[in-house]
């Protein structure tokens, strides 16, 4: 079974720093590519960045740029993000998602499996 799932999620104050972890198992990251997306309460899903863990190649939304970095760890079959200077608006679901296609981008519409979030507050 094809399974992703998200740790590291928590409360932080604002300029604090986290990393969550996405874990797979039912497969092997080093054919696929992963995507990080968030989720605010009555905001629509928002991509961070994804990665593809054949050759480490990362991209970026362009207001995520600087303080969020994807990196992975074949070995363990994990990707983390990276989260730096965390502001009370970075608060959200924070969600990885995996696909087998080459380079998906941002589109969530392109990968097929989804973790179940994990929920980051960052108070002010």
């Known amino acids: 079974e094809v399974q992703l799932v998200e740790t590291g999620g928590g409360l932080v104050q604002a300029g604090g720093t986290l990393r969550l972890s996405c874990a797979a198992s039912?497969?092997?990251?080093?054919?696929?590519?992963i995507g990080w997306f968030r989720q605010a309460p009555g905001k629509e899903r928002e991509g961070i960045g994804c990665?593809?863990?054949?050759?480490?190649?990362?991209y970026y939304a362009d207001a995520m740029k600087g303080r969020f970095t994807i990196s992975n760890d074949n070995a363990k079959n994990t990707v983390y993000l990276q989260m730096d200077s965390l502001k009370p608006e970075d608060t959200a679901v924070y969600y990885c998602?995996?696909?087998?296609?080459?380079?998906?981008?941002?589109?969530?519409?392109?990968?097929?499996?989804w973790g179940q979030g994990t929920q980051v507050t960052v108070s002010s």
């Open positions: 039912g497969f092997h990251l080093d054919d696929y590519a």
């Open positions: 998602a995996g696909t087998e296609k080459l380079w998906p981008k941002l589109d969530p519409g392109l990968y097929e499996y």
């Open positions: 990665i593809s863990s054949t050759d480490g190649s990362t």
